[in-house]
């Protein structure tokens, strides 16, 4: 499993999103937003932004760093509040910044939040979308 599968799952488990396509909450997708752009409103998009090269930590531990954005975009205008949206970023910073853990048999020391969330502009349904970057410290070793 991939790193942005490995998020996806450590999000939808703290009840962030869900993965599932048929669901009305929260829609986690890899790489951008899926569906129809008039489809799935309140979506999280993961996407990866490259990262740093590997380190090796706690004697010969490798540890790769890759970094992500997550961008969360939500309901057209007279839909539901933009106060829904700001809520679901802090949700998601909760779940995610300085997780230490497990995720399908990689060992995550760290994940950090690189700067504050930043409101990047609406889509062309006039949806807004805050994006949110990230840091992890990744156990290359399963």
Do not use: C
Not at 69 to 80: C, D, E, K, M
């Amino acid at each position: 499993m991939g790193l942005l599968e490995e998020i996806a799952l450590r999000l939808s488990s703290q009840g962030v999103g869900t993965t599932n396509a048929g669901s009305t909450g929260w829609l986690l997708s890899a790489w951008d937003f899926s569906g129809p752009s008039t489809a799935n409103d309140w979506q999280i998009a993961i996407v990866p932004t490259g990262g740093f090269g590997a380190e090796v930590s706690e004697g010969t531990t490798h540890l790769t760093r890759p970094t992500f954005q997550t961008l969360v975009r939500g309901g057209t205008p007279g839909g539901r509040s933009s106060t829904g949206l700001w809520a679901k970023v802090e949700a998601l910073i909760t779940a995610l910044e300085l997780y230490q853990g497990t995720l399908s048999g990689h060992k995550y020391l760290d994940i950090q939040l690189q700067g504050e969330p930043s409101f990047i502009g609406r889509d062309a349904n006039q949806r807004p979308i805050v994006s949110v970057n990230w840091l992890a410290l990744r156990s290359r070793t399963t």
